[in-house]
């Protein structure tokens, strides 16, 4: 972890998860985090409400030569387009700096972390799949009971 450089904490006006977290608590969570570990935590940059809009991020991404790393309150801030991911995580590591999310308390800070984080990603992703293809299934069993 480099010390002399600061964190830039990334931190979203839009729904996270289903729910909108006032972005003054996103801020806390990472500025409680960056405490904890010792960092120098700079300011966040809050991405636009627009979906699938990632402007700050990018901003933040270009700044990586003067900074140690970022910190994404979660790691819902991430694209869900695994290859965008991937850009991300390559200018990350590729500039020597490193990842972290506070509310999940992970971290990419060497290449071979990136699995772990796309792993969660992944179970995340297939949990609410089947959540709700099974919301769906129940949905129409109801209806089709009530028919009869």
């Not at 729910?19 to 990472?30: D, E, F, G, K, Y």
Request: hydrophobic share 35%; glycine share 4%; with cysteine.
């Amino acid at each position: 972890m480099k010390s002399t450089k600061g964190w830039r904490g990334y931190i979203s006006s839009r729904e996270i998860g289903g729910s909108t977290i006032p972005q003054r608590l996103q801020n806390m969570v990472i500025r409680n985090y960056a405490q904890s570990k010792g960092m120098v935590f700079l300011l966040s940059g809050t991405e636009y409400y627009m979906d699938n809009c990632y402007m700050m991020l990018s901003a933040l991404l270009e700044e990586l030569d003067s900074l140690s790393g970022l910190i994404f309150y979660s790691l819902k801030l991430l694209p869900e387009n695994p290859f965008h991911r991937k850009l991300i995580y390559e200018k990350v590591v590729n500039r020597e700096c490193e990842l972290h999310f506070a509310l999940e308390e992970l971290a990419i800070v060497k290449e071979e972390d990136i699995n772990l984080i796309e792993d969660i990603i992944a179970c995340k992703t297939l949990v609410a799949q089947s959540n709700s293809s099974l919301w769906h299934s129940e949905s129409h069993s109801a209806r089709s009971s009530t028919r009869k």
